[in-house]
């Protein structure tokens, strides 16, 4: 009995001794195993904010975004669009405040520069891929320093669409020359149809439909010599490209001055006028409104058969990345990812617009046919490529002007003289 005793006590202290060792092994393992899932836990993303003034290009962007996070699973976007009207309200007062986005749309040329000079936005030259995209792109968003801030998102042209079934049901041809242009408007108001599409309420549109005969009015020489100096706007090439649009509003929709937009498009996709003139990002709008439409382009209306009838071209905005930004460098990878090729594909492809990115090749045939016609001939939009400095800037006080111009309030000369002051406040010639 008694040697029973001694054998259970002997048996229940090894027990303990065996279970305190097993509890010591699996705390220790425990506390290896958490070790180890704290170093494999993944961190949270990055989450950047990007503005933009396009809501329209929403649904493209959540694709783009979709593939650079594919590539970049540690890096989350958020594309946030405004209204282009109040975009750059929200934009300065946002800066100022210091807080908000990751990365910007910039305006081009005097629109970036005004937020380099405030120092808002890094340099982007040691970008991969910046280095590949023309020095002429580039200058949209380059400072006095001649630092590249932006990664330019796409060209924008000036063109004249035409309703191609307009011009096939009533067998009128198609201009070349700014006297044919002159001919078959008046074919079209015998029967009832709007030559152009024109709106006058937002005073941008006049100047952009300024840029397209001027193309060919004064032409590329009279640019170069006003930038060196040697003219003003007081030539007579310059004086008549004014001339000739106000020659136009009989080709105009009745009180387009008060025309939206919006309503000019309206009459061009739905037949009641024959031709439209705008920018080529008016593409994606008119096949998203109407697929089945069936549309051509014009660059420009040569001054005599067989003339030359150059492009008018911009670049459209860029992107940046902003100072106050905590995450530069993941920005600055969403930069790499815009300056790729792969990019510019599936922007020319997706938005029917031209890149500017070297490489690409429109799949689209108007985009395609856009983006030889500015290789072969491309001029600048004067106004706002050189014009566009000063306060009010000398592009805002023409535009206004040409309102003036087609209320009676000022004439043709009256342009000239508001345009040319604000011009000698603020311009410099290179020269």
Same mark, same amino acid.
């Given at each position: 009995?008694?040697?029973?005793?001694?054998?259970?006590?002997?048996?229940?202290?090894?027990?303990?001794?065996?279970?305190?060792?097993?509890?010591?092994?699996?705390?220790?393992?425990?506390?290896?195993?958490?070790?180890?899932?704290?170093?494999?836990?993944?961190?949270?993303?990055?989450?950047?904010?990007?503005?933009?003034?396009?809501?329209?290009?929403?649904?493209?962007?959540?694709?783009?975004?979709?593939?650079?996070?594919?590539?970049?699973?540690?890096?989350?976007? +958020?594309?946030?669009?405004?209204?282009? #009207?109040? *975009? $750059?309200?929200?934009?300065? !007062?946002? =800066?100022?405040? /210091?807080?908000?986005?990751?990365?910007?749309?910039?305006?081009?040329?005097?629109?970036?520069?005004?937020?380099?000079?405030?120092?808002?936005?890094?340099?982007?030259?040691?970008?991969?891929?910046?280095?590949d995209i023309s020095d002429e792109y580039l200058k949209a968003a380059k400072g006095e320093d001649g630092k590249v801030y932006g990664v330019p998102l796409s060209l924008n042209a000036a063109?004249?669409?035409?309703?191609?079934?307009?011009?096939?049901?009533?067998?009128?041809?198609?201009?070349?020359?700014?006297?044919?242009?002159?001919?078959?408007?008046?074919?079209?108001?015998?029967?009832?149809?709007?030559?152009?599409?024109?709106?006058?309420?937002?005073?941008?549109?006049?100047?952009? +439909?300024?840029?397209?005969?001027?193309? #060919?009015? *004064? $032409?590329?020489?009279?640019? !170069?010599? =006003?930038?060196? /100096?040697?003219?003003?706007?007081?030539?007579?090439?310059?004086?008549?490209?004014?001339?000739?649009?106000?020659?136009?509003?009989?080709?105009?929709?009745?009180?387009?001055?008060?025309?939206?937009?919006?309503?000019?498009?309206?009459?061009?996709?739905?037949?009641?006028?024959?031709?439209?003139?705008?920018?080529?990002?008016?593409?994606?709008?008119?096949?998203?409104?109407?697929?089945?439409?069936?549309?051509?382009?014009?660059?420009?209306?040569?001054?005599?058969?067989?003339?030359?009838?150059?492009?008018?071209?911009?670049?459209?905005?860029?992107?940046?990345?902003?100072?106050?930004?905590?995450?530069?460098?993941?920005?600055?990878?969403?930069?790499?990812?815009?300056?790729?090729?792969?990019?510019?594909?599936?922007?020319?492809?997706?938005?029917?617009?031209?890149?500017?990115?070297?490489?690409?090749?429109?799949?689209?045939?108007?985009?395609?046919?856009?983006?030889?016609?500015?290789?072969?001939?491309?001029?600048?939009?004067?106004?706002?490529?050189?014009?566009?400095?000063?306060?009010?800037?000398?592009?805002?006080?023409?535009?206004?002007?040409?309102?003036?111009?087609?209320?009676?309030?000022?004439?043709?000369?009256?342009?000239?003289?508001?345009?040319?002051?604000?011009?000698?406040?603020?311009?410099?010639?290179?020269?």
């Amino acid at each position: 009995m008694k040697k029973n005793l001694v054998l259970y006590f002997v048996l229940l202290l090894a027990g303990i001794f065996l279970l305190a060792a097993c509890s010591e092994k699996e705390g220790e393992a425990g506390k290896e195993a958490a070790s180890n899932n704290g170093e494999t836990k993944e961190k949270d993303p990055v989450e950047l904010l990007m503005y933009s003034w396009r809501p329209e290009d929403r649904e493209a962007y959540e694709k783009f975004i979709k593939e650079f996070e594919n590539q970049n699973p540690g890096i989350k976007v +958020t594309f946030k669009p405004y209204k282009s #009207t109040e *975009y $750059g309200t929200i934009l300065t !007062n946002t =800066l100022t405040a /210091g807080q908000g986005p990751d990365i910007i749309q910039l305006r081009p040329y005097e629109g970036a520069t005004s937020i380099i000079d405030a120092d808002y936005i890094v340099p982007l030259d040691d970008v991969e891929g910046i280095s590949d995209i023309s020095d002429e792109y580039l200058k949209a968003a380059k400072g006095e320093d001649g630092k590249v801030y932006g990664v330019p998102l796409s060209l924008n042209a000036a063109v004249v669409f035409y309703n191609k079934d307009v011009f096939e049901e009533h067998g009128f041809k198609v201009p070349e020359t700014w006297d044919d242009l002159l001919a078959v408007a008046e074919e079209m108001k015998a029967k009832d149809i709007i030559p152009i599409a024109q709106a006058g309420k937002a005073s941008y549109l006049l100047s952009l +439909t300024h840029s397209v005969f001027g193309a #060919t009015t *004064y $032409g590329q020489e009279f640019v !170069n010599e =006003l930038l060196e /100096g040697k003219v003003d706007l007081t030539d007579e090439r310059f004086v008549e490209s004014v001339e000739r649009i106000q020659q136009l509003e009989s080709l105009f929709p009745k009180d387009f001055i008060a025309l939206e937009d919006k309503d000019a498009q309206a009459m061009f996709y739905t037949g009641q006028a024959a031709m439209y003139i705008n920018g080529s990002y008016r593409l994606e709008t008119f096949e998203n409104t109407n697929p089945d439409m069936n549309i051509g382009i014009l660059p420009s209306f040569a001054d005599k058969e067989g003339g030359e009838t150059p492009l008018v071209t911009w670049v459209d905005g860029s992107y940046a990345v902003v100072k106050a930004s905590k995450h530069q460098e993941e920005a600055k990878k969403f930069m790499e990812f815009l300056a790729s090729k792969e990019f510019g594909q599936m922007f020319s492809d997706e938005l029917a617009r031209i890149s500017a990115i070297p490489g690409v090749d429109p799949k689209h045939e108007l985009v395609r046919e856009m983006t030889e016609l500015g290789e072969e001939n491309p001029t600048p939009y004067l106004m706002l490529v050189y014009l566009g400095g000063g306060s009010p800037t000398t592009k805002t006080t023409f535009e206004n002007a040409l309102q003036g111009m087609y209320i009676d309030s000022l004439t043709v000369e009256g342009v000239i003289e508001e345009s040319q002051k604000s011009m000698d406040k603020w311009f410099k010639p290179t020269n």
